[in-house]
C-alpha cells in the first residue's frame, strides 16, 4: 500500500510540474515584455509557426516535444491576412516566403495581436532562452536557425 501511495503522489508532482512548465514561456514572456497573456500566444505561436514551416518534421518535433502547449499558441497566432492593405498585402507581394516574406508575415502577425514590429526581436531571445533551459543547446539552435532572416 505505501509503495501505491509512493507512486500516486510520484504521479502527481509531475503532472504538477508539467502544469507549471507548461504556463513557463507564456510567463516569462508576460513577465519580461509587459504583454497580455493572448499577445504572449499569439507572439510565440507566429515564432513556432514559422520554425514549423522552416524546418523538417523530425527537427520541429524536437522543438514542440520540450515546450508544452505549443499546439494552442501556435493556434493562438493570428494568420496574415493577405487580402487586406497594410503589413499583410506587404507578405502576400513577397510570397510569404523567403526571409523577407517570412518578416513580414511575422509582423503581419504581431501587428494583429496589437503589437508592433520591433517587438519580434524581443520575442526571439525569450524563446531562445527557454528553449534552451528546457531542451538544451540542440533545439535552442534549431530554433535559432529556423528564425534567421
Known sequence: MEVFRNLALSLLLLLASSAVSASGLLDALTSQLGVTSEQAAGGAGSLFNLAKSSLAPSDFSQIASVVPGIDSM????????????????????????????????????????????????????????????????????????????
Open 74 to 149: 501556435m493556434s493562438a497566432a493570428p494568420v496574415a491576412d493577405k487580402a487586406s492593405g497594410g503589413v499583410g498585402a506587404v507578405a502576400s507581394m513577397l510570397g510569404g516566403e523567403g526571409s523577407l516574406g517570412n518578416l513580414a508575415n511575422l509582423a503581419s502577425s504581431f501587428s494583429e495581436l496589437g503589437l508592433s514590429s520591433d517587438m519580434i526581436g524581443k520575442f526571439t531571445p525569450v524563446v531562445l532562452e527557454y528553449l534552451q533551459s528546457a531542451g538544451g543547446d540542440t533545439v535552442m539552435e534549431m530554433m535559432k536557425g529556423a528564425l534567421a532572416m
